[in-house]
């Protein structure tokens, strides 16, 4: 369960009715400020995950690339209010935008990651950081060309 802070809230609800049996009021509130603190925590991070669902905040780029998954979604989206009398196409149509949607989560997820790597190469950039390409290993180790792809020597 990916959920900690409504674990937390849990805990802490358990331990005030505890605290309350018992007639402990130092327990009572611990475990209604853990309760509290706990459901907050779950809030923030349900909210987070939403946010990272909305391209919004996202460059024109980035929406400019989602926008054809986004619009074959809604247009299977269409095709199931058009197809409510048919349950058969129906039911095909609503597996298709489950699908649609884990595409575009995923889509979305890929789009960001794009975004980080260009900020990070772009970061590297402006820094004087220098990317020095790619050597081939030296020969000292025995290894020699093949076709542009450095092999050991066999030994016979």
């Known amino acids: 369960m990916k959920r900690p802070g409504f674990l937390v809230g849990l805990a802490g609800v358990?331990?005030?009715v505890v605290g309350g049996v018992f007639g402990s009021p130092a327990v009572l509130l611990a475990g209604v400020v853990t309760g509290v603190i706990g459901l907050l925590i779950d809030v923030a991070q349900k909210g987070k995950l939403q946010r990272q669902d909305d391209p919004a905040d996202m460059g024109a780029e980035a929406r400019w690339l989602l926008?054809?998954?986004r619009e074959l979604r809604e247009g299977l989206a269409?095709?199931?209010q058009q197809s409510a009398s048919s349950p058969e196409v129906?039911?095909?149509a609503q597996e298709a935008i489950v699908e649609a949607d884990g595409i575009y989560a995923k889509a979305i997820?890929?789009?960001r990651a794009r975004e980080g790597l260009k900020s990070l190469a772009s970061a590297a950039d402006t820094e004087g950081t220098q990317i020095l390409p790619l050597e081939a290993p030296s020969n000292s180790v025995g290894l020699r060309p093949f076709?542009?792809?450095?092999e050991a020597p066999v030994v016979s």
């Not at 076709?147 to 450095?150: E, L, T």
């Open 147 to 150: 076709q542009g792809v450095w």
């Open 78 to 80: 269409k095709i199931v």
């Open 109 to 111: 997820e890929l789009v």
């Open 67 to 69: 926008r054809p998954i």
């Open 14 to 16: 358990i331990v005030a």
């Open 90 to 92: 129906g039911v095909i």
